[in-house]
């Protein structure tokens, strides 16, 4: 009789959780968007056309560009209406709205940047054509919203069945305001001038910050202040919460700010006498990308490529005459500067004519499931007040003293989506350089192609820096010192520009551009040294080139650095270890050295020397720097190769880093090297085992496609997440930036969430592929149908012909006016 019982309460509970799982199928399924169909909307002047080819790509078609603009907003409202709206609340600073106290310090800095309000201020500076697509495209999102609230579609996303499906209409503002995010997002000289302060706080030998942060090679920087002169005071080894690491924080931890590749071919340089351009944005991974393909037929012509959703333009991609591509240009946009307090009244802070009142508003954030927070927002002449929890500013700020912001994306008058509208519009490449000086925030590398030129240009805005400015913009530097502050901003002539060179090639990795003095030297920190130096043995080692060797420069995974530095690291090991018993620490050292040896650096998921050699040179690093900047070394969480060569051709001095402070005996580099070798043996057999010809760079190297909410619920993680074993590294042109994080220090985090390459040779033979699917619906096919071209290094088509689109249609949505 029990037993019976048993069975029959086994049953009932196996079928009341099958019941339960048809039922969130249910409602989840009920979002998933229909393709084809017509649907009556207003807001439109004509009847609006969406082909979704057999990738999930919308072809756009309309007689007029505002109804082209309000299709592509309900585009990307029907796949990406939860990014787009999780967007918005971040910039608006009200996440904690959905997600409780867990975003609450996020939300506090996002508040204290006031980016939503700087964009809703920036809405009137656009042109006419600019504020009718940005209309168009909210009227677009909201017709999406309309039919969900209408018709019962599930609430648009399955992740609003999880919080708050309240939706408050689209509007212009959001989609500048999440501009303004990516420029938070690629934006990354804020963290390194606490860094370079806190380890000139740490170091002894003031001499030695150049060896650690050393400078990229070239004509040499006037030497810096150490920063204890300019904030008598600041803390040393001070620490704070580590608040990095949520998926939900829009600021990058360093080393994974903005990144990317692009280089393009003069016909002369053509085997077929067009232009070439190939371009991969590297931007931190998530399901789904950020990217949304799409192509849309304005009347000044049809435009295929990269959106954002929530914005109104492609991006990155091509017309029927030109080819623009992004890379972040490392413009150092952003300083840092000492505000002291008056010590009579807190609420005054010094000027160079004397103490001056903040500019001060109320903020309240609302909290699910807590008491709201009231945060005091303080402005100075030179930007927001931010807080000491932030950044680790808190460890570099004097007593009596608060750290201030300057950063060219705080503007109010931002025409930055009027410059990406214009430039979909442009016909040359004269013509694109032109209208891209309305560009402000963030700055950018343009690399451009026409029928018959190349360029590359920078824009963005430049501050305009006193060349008296004591610390260059590198370090915080007193903000009541009149030469320490901004002067306004350069003209757009003075941004780098390079124009049909002699050469026929022209390409950036991220890696310094141009050698200026200071003030016009664009920027002391740059985010490559080592991939510039493979594309140019890829670029130079054939007189001319097509899409294809385009495209295998593109996937490239073999490092510069790992060729480089083994030969100068193990010098003194490769044959010098005597014999010694199978399984023996020396024997297993032996066995390294000799597969290191016979590898020529290629980053192959498939091996296992890329697993080795990273983990030694991870180790390697530890062990130079934890013993003289004590718990400061966690936050170099990344090779950095320069360092490493430096030391080992002990540059300056360089090789005092080898020594070990606390011993009595004098280390030298040789011995750190093994000793480091052993540490990433040790730190290899106890993770992944102990026999090395097993091992597989792919198994660490995943790259980790994580929903940013979905990602974190169990069961419903193995269905958002998508992980893939991925070849490639930190410094190989097919870019996987690691985590650097201790549990999974390569995990591949920071990539090419889009490639693109153009070829006006054969304009439709052109390609493309984003790094997830279109979809943001964990349901839909689309969801990740892209991710396995992207990580088998295949494209799909990038054709400005409908009729192609049209055949091998999923679906045509009409949308009629009503």
Same mark, same amino acid.
């Given at each position: 009789m029990?037993?019976?019982w048993?069975?029959?309460?086994?049953?009932?509970a196996?079928?009341?959780?099958?019941?339960?799982?048809?039922?969130?199928?249910?409602l989840a399924?009920?979002s998933l968007?229909?393709y084809?169909?017509?649907?009556t909307v207003?807001?439109?002047t004509?009847?609006?056309?969406?082909?979704?080819d057999?990738s999930?790509?919308?072809?756009i078609?309309a007689?007029?560009?505002?109804d082209?603009?309000?299709?592509?907003?309900?585009?990307h409202?029907q796949?990406r209406?939860?990014q787009?709206?999780?967007?918005?609340?971040t910039?608006q600073?009200?996440?904690s709205?959905?997600?409780?106290?867990?975003?609450?310090?996020?939300d506090?800095?996002?508040?204290?940047f006031?980016?939503y309000?700087?964009?809703?201020?920036?809405?009137?500076?656009?042109d006419?054509?600019t504020?009718?697509?940005?209309e168009?495209?909210?009227?677009?999102?909201?017709?999406?919203?309309?039919?969900i609230?209408?018709?019962?579609?599930?609430r648009?996303?399955?992740?609003?069945?999880?919080?708050?499906?309240t939706?408050s209409?689209w509007?212009?503002a959001?989609?500048?305001?999440?501009?303004?995010?990516?420029?938070?997002?690629?934006?990354?000289h804020?963290?390194?001038?606490v860094?370079?302060a806190?380890t000139?706080?740490?170091?002894?030998?003031e001499?030695?910050?150049?060896?650690i942060?050393?400078?990229?090679?070239?004509?040499?920087?006037?030497?810096?202040p150490?920063?204890?002169?300019l904030?008598?005071?600041?803390?040393?080894y001070?620490?704070?919460?580590?608040l990095?690491?949520?998926?939900?924080?829009?600021?990058?931890?360093?080393g994974?700010a903005?990144?990317?590749?692009?280089?393009?071919?003069?016909?002369?340089?053509?085997?077929?006498?067009?232009?070439?351009?190939?371009?991969?944005?590297?931007?931190?991974?998530?399901?789904?990308?950020?990217?949304?393909?799409?192509?849309?037929?304005?009347?000044?012509?049809?435009?295929?490529g990269?959106t954002?959703p929530g914005v109104?333009?492609?991006?990155i991609?091509?017309s029927?005459?030109?080819?623009?591509g992004?890379?972040?240009s490392?413009?150092?946009?952003?300083?840092l500067?000492?505000?002291?307090?008056?010590?009579?009244?807190?609420?005054?802070?010094?000027?160079?004519?004397?103490w001056?009142?903040?500019?001060?508003?109320k903020?309240?954030?609302?909290i699910?499931?807590?008491?709201?927070?009231?945060?005091?927002?303080?402005?100075?002449?030179?930007?927001?007040v931010?807080?000491?929890?932030?950044f680790d500013?808190?460890?570099?700020?004097?007593s009596?003293h608060?750290?201030?912001? #300057?950063?060219t994306?705080?503007?109010?008058?931002?025409?930055?989506?009027?410059?990406?509208?214009?430039?979909?519009?442009?016909?040359?490449?004269?013509?694109?350089?032109?209208?891209s000086?309305?560009?402000?925030a963030?700055?950018?590398?343009?690399?451009?192609i026409?029928k018959?030129?190349?360029?590359?240009?920078t824009?963005?805005?430049?501050p305009?820096r006193d060349?008296?400015?004591?610390?260059?913009?590198?370090?915080?530097?007193?903000?009541w010192i009149a030469?320490?502050?901004?002067?306004?901003?350069?003209?757009?002539?003075?941004?780098?520009?390079?124009?049909?060179?002699?050469?026929?090639?022209?390409?950036n990795?991220?890696?310094?551009?141009?050698d200026?003095?200071?003030?016009l030297?664009?920027?002391?920190?740059?985010?490559?040294?080592?991939?510039?130096e493979?594309?140019k043995?890829?670029?130079?080692?054939?007189?001319?080139h097509?899409?294809?060797?385009?495209?295998e420069?593109?996937?490239?995974?073999?490092?510069?650095?790992?060729?480089?530095?083994?030969?100068l690291?193990?010098?003194?090991?490769?044959?010098?270890?005597?014999?010694?018993?199978?399984?023996?620490?020396e024997?297993?050292r032996?066995?390294?050295?000799s597969?290191?040896?016979n590898?020529?650096?290629?980053m192959s998921?498939?091996?296992?020397e890329?697993?080795?050699?990273?983990?030694?040179?991870?180790?390697?690093?530890?062990?130079l720097?934890r013993d003289?900047?004590?718990?400061?070394?966690?936050k170099y969480?990344?090779?950095?190769?320069l360092?490493?060569?430096?030391v080992?051709?002990n540059?300056?001095?360089?090789s005092?880093?080898?020594?070990?402070k606390?011993?009595?005996?004098?280390?030298?580099?040789t011995?750190?090297?093994?000793l480091?070798l052993?540490?990433?043996?040790?730190?290899?057999?106890?993770?992944?085992?102990?026999t090395l010809?097993?091992l597989?760079?792919?198994d660490?190297?995943?790259?980790?496609?994580?929903?940013?909410?979905?990602?974190?619920?169990?069961?419903?993680?193995?269905?958002?997440?998508?992980r893939q074993?991925?070849?490639? #590294?930190?410094?190989?042109?097919?870019r996987?930036?690691?985590s650097g994080?201790?549990?999974?220090p390569?995990?591949?985090?920071?990539g090419?969430g889009y490639?693109?390459?153009?070829d006006?040779a054969?304009p439709?033979?052109?390609?493309f592929?984003i790094?997830t699917?279109?979809?943001?619906?964990?349901?839909?096919?689309?969801?990740?149908?892209?991710?396995?071209?992207?990580?088998r290094?295949?494209?799909?088509?990038m054709?400005?012909?409908?009729?192609?689109?049209?055949?091998a249609?999923?679906g045509?949505t009409?949308?009629?006016?009503?």
């Amino acid at each position: 009789m029990v037993f019976r019982w048993l069975v029959r309460l086994t049953a009932f509970a196996i079928a009341l959780a099958a019941l339960a799982a048809f039922g969130v199928y249910y409602l989840a399924s009920r979002s998933l968007p229909e393709y084809d169909k017509t649907l009556t909307v207003s807001g439109i002047t004509a009847d609006v056309e969406i082909i979704r080819d057999n990738s999930g790509v919308p072809h756009i078609q309309a007689a007029a560009d505002r109804d082209v603009f309000f299709g592509l907003g309900y585009a990307h409202a029907q796949d990406r209406l939860w990014q787009m709206t999780l967007m918005r609340r971040t910039a608006q600073g009200r996440l904690s709205e959905l997600f409780g106290t867990r975003t609450v310090e996020t939300d506090k800095l996002l508040r204290r940047f006031d980016l939503y309000t700087l964009a809703r201020a920036s809405v009137s500076h656009q042109d006419a054509r600019t504020l009718d697509a940005l209309e168009s495209y909210a009227a677009g999102v909201n017709a999406r919203i309309d039919e969900i609230n209408r018709d019962s579609l599930g609430r648009g996303a399955p992740e609003f069945f999880l919080f708050d499906p309240t939706l408050s209409p689209w509007v212009p503002a959001d989609s500048l305001a999440i501009i303004k995010l990516m420029a938070l997002q690629l934006s990354g000289h804020l963290s390194e001038e606490v860094l370079r302060a806190r380890t000139s706080l740490a170091l002894d030998d003031e001499r030695r910050l150049s060896d650690i942060l050393p400078d990229v090679p070239g004509a040499g920087t006037a030497a810096l202040p150490d920063y204890a002169s300019l904030a008598p005071g600041a803390m040393r080894y001070a620490e704070l919460p580590d608040l990095g690491g949520d998926m939900l924080m829009p600021v990058a931890p360093r080393g994974l700010a903005g990144a990317s590749n692009a280089w393009a071919a003069a016909p002369n340089r053509s085997a077929n006498g067009g232009t070439l351009l190939a371009n991969d944005p590297h931007l931190g991974f998530s399901a789904p990308a950020i990217w949304y393909l799409a192509q849309l037929n304005l009347t000044s012509g049809s435009v295929i490529g990269g959106t954002i959703p929530g914005v109104p333009a492609v991006m990155i991609g091509r017309s029927e005459t030109l080819g623009w591509g992004l890379t972040s240009s490392y413009l150092d946009d952003q300083d840092l500067f000492l505000e002291q307090l008056n010590p009579d009244n807190p609420e005054e802070y010094r000027t160079p004519t004397g103490w001056k009142q903040f500019e001060t508003r109320k903020s309240i954030i609302n909290i699910k499931d807590a008491a709201p927070v009231t945060v005091t927002l303080r402005w100075t002449d030179n930007g927001p007040v931010l807080p000491a929890t932030q950044f680790d500013i808190g460890t570099i700020t004097p007593s009596g003293h608060v750290m201030s912001l #300057g950063w060219t994306a705080l503007s109010a008058r931002d025409t930055s989506m009027s410059a990406a509208i214009a430039l979909m519009d442009a016909k040359s490449v004269d013509e694109a350089v032109a209208v891209s000086s309305a560009y402000m925030a963030p700055s950018q590398n343009l690399t451009l192609i026409d029928k018959d030129k190349i360029a590359m240009q920078t824009v963005g805005q430049m501050p305009r820096r006193d060349a008296n400015h004591q610390s260059q913009g590198r370090m915080p530097a007193p903000g009541w010192i009149a030469e320490n502050r901004w002067q306004g901003m350069l003209p757009y002539a003075s941004n780098p520009s390079f124009i049909a060179p002699r050469g026929g090639i022209v390409g950036n990795t991220n890696n310094k551009t141009v050698d200026r003095p200071f003030p016009l030297h664009v920027s002391f920190e740059w985010g490559d040294t080592q991939r510039i130096e493979r594309w140019k043995t890829l670029m130079q080692g054939r007189e001319v080139h097509t899409r294809e060797s385009f495209i295998e420069a593109q996937l490239d995974t073999v490092s510069f650095a790992a060729r480089s530095l083994l030969p100068l690291v193990g010098k003194d090991l490769w044959f010098t270890g005597e014999a010694a018993p199978e399984g023996t620490p020396e024997r297993r050292r032996s066995q390294a050295l000799s597969m290191l040896a016979n590898w020529n650096g290629e980053m192959s998921e498939h091996l296992p020397e890329p697993l080795i050699y990273s983990a030694w040179m991870r180790a390697l690093q530890d062990r130079l720097i934890r013993d003289d900047i004590g718990p400061l070394a966690d936050k170099y969480r990344h090779v950095e190769p320069l360092f490493i060569e430096r030391v080992f051709r002990n540059i300056n001095g360089a090789s005092a880093w080898c020594d070990i402070k606390q011993s009595s005996a004098v280390e030298g580099c040789t011995d750190i090297a093994r000793l480091a070798l052993d540490d990433a043996l040790i730190w290899i057999g106890e993770t992944y085992g102990t026999t090395l010809e097993s091992l597989r760079w792919g198994d660490a190297h995943q790259a980790t496609h994580d929903h940013q909410v979905l990602g974190e619920v169990p069961v419903l993680k193995y269905f958002t997440n998508i992980r893939q074993s991925t070849s490639g #590294g930190d410094f190989t042109l097919l870019r996987g930036k690691t985590s650097g994080k201790p549990e999974a220090p390569f995990l591949n985090v920071h990539g090419a969430g889009y490639r693109g390459v153009y070829d006006f040779a054969d304009p439709d033979s052109s390609v493309f592929v984003i790094s997830t699917g279109q979809s943001g619906h964990f349901l839909s096919r689309h969801y990740d149908d892209l991710g396995q071209l992207w990580r088998r290094g295949e494209y799909i088509p990038m054709s400005l012909d409908n009729d192609l689109a049209r055949a091998a249609s999923v679906g045509i949505t009409r949308l009629t006016l009503e």
